[in-house]
């Protein structure tokens, strides 16, 4: 976002508040048939004004902006947000978003993966310790299977 750097601290917490807005739509995605999630983005969308332009600037080729030059900055990004989520949707349901299944964690994640093979969130702490735990769980269970 190029107006990021002289964004007023209020147009940044607005920001905060408006994602927090759509942290149970996020959070579901995982679980939403895609027909569902674009109700639920169609819903988000209603509340914005989109008006659609290409652009090119600061060296960028063409682009598009989603919302006018006069838009207030936490508008653009939340637009952008709901728009590329839109075309996620479009592009891959909802089949690239997960909930991250370590068992203190549970945050979202997108999987980009070529063969959608991802499991777990960025964070490495919790795919070894998930992985470690299944590890310790198998020895357990070898070692205590009666003889036959």
């Not at 989603?66 to 653009?76: G, K, M, S, V, Y």
Request: net charge negative; glycine share 4%; proline share 7%.
């Amino acid at each position: 976002f190029m107006r990021a750097d002289h964004a007023p601290a209020a147009s940044i917490s607005r920001i905060a508040n408006r994602v927090s807005e759509l942290l149970p739509l996020l959070r579901a995605l995982p679980d939403l048939d895609p027909m569902e999630a674009a109700a639920q983005v169609n819903e988000q969308l209603t509340e914005l004004t989109i008006s659609p332009a290409i652009a090119a600037h600061h060296g960028a080729g063409p682009h598009l902006h989603w919302t006018p030059a006069t838009a207030a900055f936490d508008d653009q990004v939340i637009t952008d947000i709901l728009m590329a989520l839109a075309q996620e949707v479009c592009d891959n349901g909802t089949e690239r978003f997960g909930t991250c299944p370590a068992s203190d964690c549970g945050d979202l994640f997108y999987d980009g993966t070529r063969n959608r093979s991802k499991r777990f969130c960025d964070d490495p702490k919790c795919s070894s310790r998930t992985h470690t735990a299944e590890h310790r769980a198998r020895i357990r269970a070898t070692i205590t299977e009666p003889a036959s």
